[in-house]
C-alpha cells in the first residue's frame, strides 16, 4: 500500500495573505514531488461550483498547475480513480459530505488516497470530511448527508477555525473548548485537533505534524487540552489506524 500524502489546512483565507497564499510553499512541495501536472477539485461545499472553480485556478495555475473541477467531468467516479492529486475546498460541511455521499465518492477518494498515495489537499469542510466524523465541525446542519462518518484519512477529528476564549469578552455563550468536550463526552467519540486559522496539519505515511503559521490544541478524552506548538511530531495520533 503507497503512503497517504496529506495536507489539511484549517481555513484557505487568512488575515494578511491571498487566497492559501500561507500554505502555497507546502502546496507546491508536495504537489512538485509527486509530479503533479492537474488538480482534481471537488467544490461541493458551495453552491456555485463554476464561481468557485474560478477562484481555486487562480493560484494553482500562477504555480504551474491545471485545476479540473469533478462538477465539469460526466463520471464523478472515474475522475477520482485517474486523478493525480484532490483539492477539497471549503464551505458547508454537511453539503460537501451529502455531496460525496451521493455521488458514491467515499469509497473511491480512500482507495486513490490510502492505496494509491496521491496528494489528498483540503481546508476548512475539506478538512472536516477528512477526518473520522464531521460531529467537531463548526458549521450549520443547512443538508442531512446519511452518515457524519466521513473519509477517515485519519483516525482523528479536526477541529478547524479553532478559536481560544476571549477572557476580555463580555459574551457568557459556550467556548469552542467546552462545545469539543461536549462531544467528547459521548462513547463513540474521539481524539480532536483543534487547528487555529494557518495551521495546517501534514500527513505522510505513518508521520503526522503540525505545519503553518499557528499552534493547535490538542483534545483527548479524560485529559486536560494540550497546547501544540508548530513543527511538532503528532504521529502518535495516527496510531489508532
Do not use: C
Not at 10 to 39: M, P
Amino acid at each position: 500500500m503507497a503512503k497517504r500524502q496529506l495536507l489539511l489546512l484549517s481555513s484557505s483565507r487568512v488575515h494578511g495573505f491571498d487566497f492559501l497564499e500561507y500554505a502555497a510553499q507546502d502546496i507546491n512541495d508536495l504537489l512538485a514531488k509527486n509530479n503533479v501536472s492537474t488538480v482534481l477539485f471537488i467544490p461541493y461545499a458551495l453552491t456555485n461550483h463554476d464561481k468557485y472553480l474560478q477562484m481555486v485556478q487562480q493560484p494553482f495555475q500562477k504555480w504551474g498547475f491545471k485545476v479540473e473541477s469533478i462538477h465539469n467531468l460526466e463520471e464523478p467516479v472515474e475522475a477520482i480513480q485517474r486523478s493525480e492529486a484532490i483539492f477539497v475546498g471549503g464551505g458547508n460541511t454537511f453539503r460537501l459530505l451529502k455531496a460525496l455521499y451521493d455521488n458514491n465518492l467515499i469509497q473511491p477518494i480512500r482507495n486513490r488516497v490510502l492505496k494509491h498515495g496521491i496528494p489528498y489537499i483540503s481546508a476548512s469542510a475539506g478538512t472536516n470530511v477528512a477526518t473520522r466524523s464531521i460531529n467537531t465541525t463548526n458549521d450549520m446542519p443547512i443538508v442531512y448527508p446519511s452518515s457524519f462518518e466521513a473519509l477517515k484519512l485519519i483516525p482523528f477529528n479536526i477541529n478547524p477555525h479553532y478559536l481560544d476564549a476571549d477572557l476580555n469578552s463580555k459574551h457568557k455563550g459556550e467556548t469552542r473548548q467546552q462545545r469539543i468536550e461536549e462531544y467528547l463526552e459521548e462513547d463513540d467519540s474521539s481524539t480532536v485537533l483543534g487547528l487555529r486559522e494557518g495551521g495546517t496539519l501534514y500527513v505522510e505515511g505513518s508521520n503526522a505534524f503540525l505545519k503553518g503559521i499557528s499552534g493547535a490544541r490538542l483534545f483527548v478524552k479524560g485529559k486536560e487540552p494540550l497546547e501544540i506548538q508548530l513543527n511538532s511530531d503528532l504521529s502518535q495520533l495516527l496510531k489508532e489506524d
